[in-house]
């Protein structure tokens, strides 16, 4: 029996998602290029985190109303939740450059949100293929590896924060910071992990 031989509507919602994840992304890289103009640019994360509420909303009614699913409702509901969670976090993450009213870029800030941008771009390929049991599995090494580069970059610029005088309260904006990027990549790579799960139980 094929994957998607029932109703393929709720894979179109799960590769919206998967966009608006990029396009979140992409706006958070450019906030920690240009903190100066991050009320405007959180904003738009704002939107597009809406507009990813409004989606999972329909995946849910959905659930609920169809008779036949093309796969088990709780992987369904798990993985809606997962894609939600990076959206919900690429705001928290933003959220936080405008409350701690920073204005100057840091190197850590953009790098740690362009591994975010690659990990969206991974979970975009990963939604394409997940009817490819092969594929599945390459996109959870490769989204495995960003993981673990997100890790590494995490402890070398939380360290930096203490390997010089700064006052007290940056060290605190930016750790929180430094979190939630953190918190951002394990979440792609839950996400990951969902997607690898329901390509080897359905393939």
Request: proline letters at 1%.
């Amino acid at each position: 029996m094929k994957l998607f031989s029932k109703d393929e509507t709720f894979f179109d919602h799960f590769k919206q998602l998967a966009v608006h994840i990029g396009t979140a992304a992409t706006l958070l890289k450019t906030l920690f290029e240009n903190p100066t103009d991050a009320v405007r640019i959180a904003g738009n994360i704002k939107k597009v985190e809406t507009e990813g509420d409004a989606i999972v909303h329909l995946i849910n009614l959905r659930i609920d109303t169809s008779f036949v699913t093309p796969l088990d409702r709780e992987d369904i509901h798990l993985l809606a939740k997962r894609l939600d969670n990076v959206i919900d976090l690429i705001n928290g993450a933003a959220r936080r450059v405008v409350m701690f009213r920073i204005t100057e870029a840091r190197v850590g800030g953009v790098e740690m949100a362009e591994l975010v941008v690659r990990a969206s771009k991974e979970i975009l390929a990963s939604v394409g293929d997940v009817t490819k049991r092969q594929a599945m599995l390459s996109h959870g090494r490769t989204m495995k590896a960003i993981e673990e580069q997100g890790d590494a970059l995490y402890a070398e610029y939380v360290g930096s924060l203490f390997a010089v005088e700064m006052p007290a309260i940056e060290v605190l904006k930016w750790k929180e910071i430094y979190d939630a990027l953190e918190h951002t990549l394990d979440e792609c790579e839950d996400v990951s992990n969902v997607l690898e799960s329901i390509a080897l139980k359905n393939s």
